[in-house]
T-cell receptor, first 113, second 112 residues
Framework: AQSVAQPEDQVNVAEGNPLTVKCTYS??????LFWYVQYPNRGLQFLLK??????LVKGSYGFEAEFNKSQTSFHLKKPSALVSDSALYFC???????????FGQGTELSVKP | DAGITQSPRHKVTETGTPVTLRCHQT?????MYWYRQDPGHGLRLIHY???????DKGEVSDGYSVSRSKTEDFLLTLESATSSQTSVYFC???????????FGQGTRLTVV
């Protein structure tokens, strides 16, 4: 069965600094990987995905993520954080049989001025 | 948001009563999902559907049943609500089994 781990419950970053939100996964076969963001009292918004191809994936709002097969990781990154990036971030994985979309526990990102 | 409507948006119900939550989509997507979100647990998959009358269990399916008699509607039923089912429930849809999912706004359910 597939699973996702987000090892940090919270990440604190100063505005303008680079940010990284970590994600590792376990899945049989090739993974389909996703990042979502959730603002307070809202549903989840899709940020980016890795299906195949280039290991560096670019998404919405200046975010990118790096797929590393050997480390089974898919870390979310942004070169320069904004206060408005403060939110709850979720990593998710599907296996290549399709179907189930499994989420991690989420990481609370706090960006301070 | 991506043509997904959840109803009701808020509900308070008593322990032991049945409750049905509805997810309606206008996108004609094949896959539909029900998740619950609880502090410290992230999003946990309850059930999902890969077509009309085709459903499968997720991570936390005990106490829940689903039905999908039309492409556009996916119903989640709590057969006999318990306080542990107090949560925020999200519906999601995706075109197929390897694309991103789009989420509804959520239903806040309180079981007293």
């Amino acid at each position: 069965a597939q699973s996702v781990a987000q090892p940090e419950d919270q990440v604190n970053v100063a505005e303008g600094n680079p940010l990284t939100v970590k994600c590792t996964y376990s899945v049989s076969g090739n993974p389909y990987l996703f990042w979502y963001v959730q603002y307070p009292n809202r549903g989840l918004q899709f940020l980016l995905k890795y299906i195949t191809g280039d290991n560096l994936v670019k998404g919405s709002y200046g975010f990118e993520a790096e797929f590393n097969k050997s480390q089974t990781s898919f870390h979310l990154k942004k070169p320069s954080a904004l206060v408005s990036d403060s939110a709850l971030y979720f990593c998710a994985v599907r296996d290549n049989q399709g179907g189930k979309l499994i989420f991690g526990q989420g990481t609370e990102l706090s960006v301070k001025p | 948001d991506a043509g997904i409507t959840q109803s009701p948006r808020h509900k308070v119900t008593e322990t032991g009563t049945p409750v049905t939550l509805r997810c309606h989509q206008t996108e004609n997507h094949r896959y539909m999902y029900w998740y619950r979100q609880d502090p410290g647990h992230g999003l946990r998959l309850i059930h999902y559907s890969y077509g009309v009358k085709d459903t499968d269990k997720g991570e936390v399916s005990d106490g829940y049943s689903v039905s999908r008699s039309k492409t556009e509607d996916f119903l989640l039923t709590l057969e006999s609500a318990t306080s542990s089912q107090t949560s925020v429930y999200f519906c999601a849809i995706s075109v197929n089994g390897n694309t991103e999912a789009f989420f509804g706004q959520g239903t806040r359910l309180t079981v007293v």
